[in-house]
């Protein structure tokens, strides 16, 4: 198993550690939606996609590669 290093900017940790928190029972999701910073029902779909993906569905998808609108190489 390769592991890899998943940059995460100081948000997105904010919202995997609150989400752990929902896991764990210590907020509900309904305390924790201002602290995501989002609505209940966003709020949902990134517990759901935290829950099948992990910490990499936090992040945003296009990170690391480049923009659509840079010029040739």
């Known amino acids: 198993m390769t592991e890899r290093t998943l940059a995460m900017s100081e948000s997105e940790r904010l919202r995997m ?6 896991i764990a029972g210590r907020k509900r999701l309904t305390e924790a939606t201002p602290d995501l910073g989002v609505g209940y029902r966003q709020a949902q779909r990134l517990l759901r996609n935290y829950r099948e993906g992990g910490a990499e569905s936090l992040t945003h998808g296009l990170r690391g590669r480049a923009g659509n609108r840079t010029l040739g190489e």
């Open 17 to 22: 550690m609150t989400l752990e928190d929902v």
